[in-house]
């Protein structure tokens, strides 16, 4: 919840830093560099960790017409994302969970 709610905040649609499949920076409505990434079992929002017990984040970037974009367009170009699937997959004992989200940033248009 807090990742969607904070990527819907990007700025505009220069504000992309960095977008791969486990990394996600931007900066948001108050200037502010948020960094969301996967790294030894954790999610982390800039160096704090978010939640602990991850096996896998998959961040997933569509373009305006709902197609995959493999290596979307980053500052100081304007960005071709226009929604992002968030998909965290969690372990906790031989328990594993699955959580999915679609994201359509306010200021990204489409």
């Known amino acids: 919840t807090r990742m969607s709610r904070e990527i819907r ?3 505009n649609s ?3 830093l960095n977008a791969n499949s486990t990394r996600f920076r931007f900066t948001d409505v108050n200037n502010g560099i ?3 990434y996967f790294s030894s079992s954790n999610l982390r929002r800039n160096n704090d ?3 602990s017990g991850v096996s896998n984040l998959t961040l997933t970037y569509y ?3 709902n197609q995959p974009i493999t290596n979307p367009l980053i500052s100081p170009q304007a960005t071709d994302i226009k929604r992002i699937k ?3 997959n969690m372990f906790s004992g031989n ?3 699955t959580l999915e989200t679609q994201v359509y940033p306010r200021n ?3």
Do not use: C, P
């Open 63 to 65: 373009n305006l017409t």
């Open 86 to 88: 968030v998909r965290l």
């Open 108 to 110: 990204l248009g489409g």
């Open 34 to 36: 948020i960094d969301y």
């Open 14 to 16: 220069a504000s992309v």
């Open 95 to 97: 328990q594993n969970k």
């Open 9 to 11: 905040q990007i700025n």
């Open 49 to 51: 960790i978010l939640a």
